[in-house]
């Protein structure tokens, strides 16, 4: 009897075994941050997909992807029994009812402490949680419904907030230096396809903005392995894509071969002033002499011919105010963009400053440098100096035949002097015309 109860033990053990051990083919992840009646919509929307489209044995595990806490595994049983949808509610009662008590307690976030984007989750945690406790199985699928801006308040110099996109030598490093470090893990979401769904397209600012935020996290997804399949703020669509198996776009996104930490301000429609400053008629005639030293609306930028170099703007409106460049993108003096509004396959192809207020263009500090990359005779370029309207250019030629990472950067800074082939220092009174007896590009 004894020996008996001991196999109909083992068989019952080796029955629950496939239970406890099921693959998770289905992964959705749910933003916590957003309106209580928004978040129970979202949440009987994706009730409504899985008991419409979970077949016996199926199962989809459900988390809340900022805290990065697991809901529940939503199991429909292996039985006939179980294709009819009230039996699959009834049959994972606790998780549902998880899911819609964690949308009753969802609310918009505040700020400060917590994050200010409606819709936030954590894409890198979400991701690398999932890629490191759920092997994929071939074709399964990761859904995460919220905002692609990534803002977390422990995470401040890498929030994606206000027009911010990481560059692309973030995946050169590894996640204890940067939130989109992927150093270590370029198998982690292998056989994994992701599915983005956001509510609304309010983050998207333009369609530039757009581009390039769906351009990194389909980078960020390929880099490891994955596979970006949907982005969009039509939540049907996004089910009928994960139930039809569909393929990712296609696209011409190329990484950029760099390992700067960068944090990329990209330019806001402005409007004043709508056209870009790389695509304003010049100017000819220089501009009058009581303007040099109160001009206003100033911007400079500089635009180059090798794609594969990575050069860097330094901009100084006085000579106690902050260098405004890709280490620092703001100040009360101004913004520093990198702008590829016009050519977004020219990833490197244009960076631009903004000043705010009056500007004296006596004291004005210009200085380009060659960060990275490799060409044979140096790096042709154009800067552009626009004020109260007169838009001003002047060409450059840097030397340099590759970057230098810009090494002697306090150097210049400090002299006001290009000390090696890898700089320029340009006098802007040279570019628009008020500067006879200099030239306009220097290398002393």
């Known amino acids: 009897m004894r020996k008996i109860l001991v196999r109909v033990s083992f068989f019952i053990v ?15 992840g749910l933003s ?38 697991t809901l529940g595994n939503f199991i ?3 039985k006939p029994a179980y294709r009819h949808p009230k039996a699959k509610i009834q049959a994972n009662s606790k998780v549902v009812k998880n899911m819609l008590n964690f949308a009753k307690q969802a609310r918009k976030p505040k700020g400060g ?10 894409w890198p945690q979400a991701l690398r949680f999932i890629g490191d406790n759920y092997p994929a199985a071939k074709g399964s699928n990761l859904i995460l419904l919220g905002s692609p801006i990534y803002d977390d308040p422990n995470e401040k110099l890498f929030n994606m907030s206000g027009y911010l996109i990481p560059g692309d030598g973030h995946l050169i490093h590894a996640r204890n230096t940067t939130p989109y470090g992927i150093k270590g893990q370029e198998s982690l979401l292998s056989k994994w396809k992701v599915h983005l769904g956001f509510a609304n397209r309010n983050w998207q600012k333009d369609e530039n903005h757009g581009f ?45 071969e760099t390992a700067k930490l960068e944090m990329i301000l990209l330019s806001k429609p402005r409007v004043e002033q709508d056209t870009p400053i790389y695509e304003r008629p010049l100017t000819m005639e220089p501009p009058a002499e009581e303007l040099i030293r109160r001009a206003t609306n100033v911007e400079v930028g500089i635009t180059w011919d090798c794609s594969w170099c990575d050069l860097d703007l330094y901009v100084r ?3 106690t105010a902050k260098t405004l460049s890709f280490q620092t993108m703001q100040s009360e003096a101004g913004e520093y963009h990198k702008d590829w509004q016009r050519s977004p396959r020219a990833t490197n192809g244009y960076e631009t400053v903004v000043l705010n207020g009056v500007v004296d263009m006596t004291t004005l500090f210009l200085a380009v440098n060659i960060y990275g990359g490799r060409t044979e005779d140096g790096v042709h370029g154009e800067l552009r100096i626009s004020l109260d309207g007169q838009t001003y250019a002047a060409p450059f030629h840097l030397q340099a035949r590759i970057g230098n990472v810009g090494a002697e950067r306090e150097q210049v800074m400090k002299t006001g002097q290009a000390p090696s082939p890898y700089w320029l220092v ?3 009174l040279g570019v628009i015309g008020h500067q006879k007896d200099s030239s306009t590009l220097a290398r002393q």
């Open 317 to 319: 409106p006085g000579p």
């Open 76 to 78: 429909v049983p292996n």
């Open 212 to 256: 390039r935020v769906q351009r990194f996290w389909t980078l960020y997804v390929e880099q490891q392995g994955g596979t970006l399949v949907s982005f969009t703020n039509d939540l049907p669509t996004l089910f009928q894509r994960v139930q039809s198996k569909a393929l990712s776009p296609k696209h011409s996104y190329e990484l950029q």
């Open 426 to 428: 340009i006098k802007p």
């Open 113 to 122: 402490d917590e994050p200010s984007v409606t819709g936030a989750i954590r």
């Open 14 to 28: 080796v029955l629950l075994i496939p239970a406890m051990t099921l693959a998770k083919d289905l992964v959705i």
């Open 32 to 69: 916590p941050y957003q309106d209580s009646a928004a978040a129970e919509a979202q949440v009987k929307s994706v009730l409504q997909y899985l008991t419409r489209w979970l077949e016996p044995g199926d199962s989809a595990m459900i988390f809340d992807a900022y805290h990065i806490r």
